[in-house]
């Protein structure tokens, strides 16, 4: 009878097959590569990341950069808590940080995984693609990916029984994007500084790049025109930069008549006599003036500040005498 139930027991073990063993969770961090490659990176990241399925649950793409820049805002964040954080964050033990350079015709590859709690070296492969194209590459790296899934050895071969630990090695951030400026400011000339440094006369797109969520201190400066100052975060409203107004100087207005020592009224205040430079007014100004002197009409107009101010300082005033048919001097009524 015993043997009977023990025959049974077997017999429903083959008939239901065990479960599958849960794949190990593994954060792959963003590529660091080459800047030939920026364009490319999340191409690269997607199909190692399908390699590395092939034994692992890989987490990749937005959801690690986004708890990626969570860690780092945070103060007092170390390399190695970053990482702890990370790998708790996705309920994983292992981090892949991989990179891709380019020499001559070649691509190097390399790929270091890391168990972040025990701190060994889970995996390090570094494989060359020699005289591969990009589209080339992107079936090379996945296969570094089955490689590096298909054999996952507790010591690094070629190294001794005891455990190599691993170096911190955590990539702060994902490699952000360059990206050149472009600064117009219309009609004016200026020089463009970023940082104190002087580019050139605007339009002008800058010959250097800059890192997206970069901040850099802009100065445009242009004889006649005030300085433009403004801080710039790379990356946020940069079309603003290409529709740059600077405002002109503020100028002075100089008056003079004949004859001279007349006075003049600005907006009904007195500024002064004839002849003098008065105030600083910004172009496009409207001012109501008024220049008199005993003895004379008075000389009245409206004008804005930079549409022919030179005739402000070419006013002649009209006497309030005149000649009589019998030869004398009369008084004649003021006019305006």
């Known amino acids: ?40 990176a999340q191409l690269f990241g997607t199909a190692l990341q399908q390699g590395l399925g092939n034994s692992f649950d890989v987490f990749f793409g937005p959801a690690v950069e986004a708890k990626l820049e969570e860690e780092y805002s945070k103060e007092g964040c170390t390399a190695q808590s970053c990482a702890q954080n990370l790998a708790i964050s996705f309920n994983g033990e292992l981090i892949a940080d991989s990179s891709i350079q380019k020499l001559d015709n070649s691509f190097v590859v390399q790929l270091q995984i890391n168990n972040i709690i025990t701190g060994q ?26 490689k590096a899934a298909g054999q996952i050895p507790s010591r690094i071969p070629g190294q001794s029984n005891v455990p190599r630990v691993a170096s911190p090695f955590f990539s702060p951030a994902p490699a952000k994007p360059m990206m050149a400026l472009k600064i117009n400011a219309g009609s004016v000339k200026a020089d463009v500084f970023i940082n104190g440094e002087n580019l050139g006369k605007a339009p002008l797109t800058t010959n250097k790049a800059y890192l997206d969520g970069q901040r850099l201190d802009l100065l445009l400066r242009a004889p006649g025109y005030q300085d433009l100052r403004l801080s710039h975060i790379v990356g946020k409203r940069d079309t603003r930069l290409s529709n740059l107004k600077l405002e002109k100087s503020p100028t002075a207005l100089y008056f003079d008549s004949q004859p001279r020592g007349a006075s003049i009224y600005i907006n009904s205040q007195l500024m002064g006599q004839t002849p003098a430079e008065i105030g600083a007014y910004k172009d496009g100004q409207r001012l109501r003036i008024r220049v008199e002197r005993e003895g004379y009409n008075d000389f009245s107009r409206r004008h804005r500040v930079g549409q022919d101010d030179i005739k402000l300082g070419q006013i002649t005033l009209q006497s309030l005498l005149t000649n009589s048919g019998d030869g004398k001097k009369v008084r004649v009524p003021m006019g305006f």
């Open 1 to 40: 009878m015993y043997r009977r139930v023990l025959q049974f027991l077997l017999l429903c073990a083959l008939s239901f097959p065990s479960p599958a063993l849960a794949k190990e969770v593994l954060i792959l961090l963003p590529l660091n590569v080459d800047k030939t490659l920026e364009k490319e």
């Open 121 to 146: 070296i889970v995996k390090s492969l570094i494989e060359i693609c020699e005289n591969c194209s990009k589209l080339s590459l992107i079936r090379f790296i996945e296969n570094v990916g089955l």
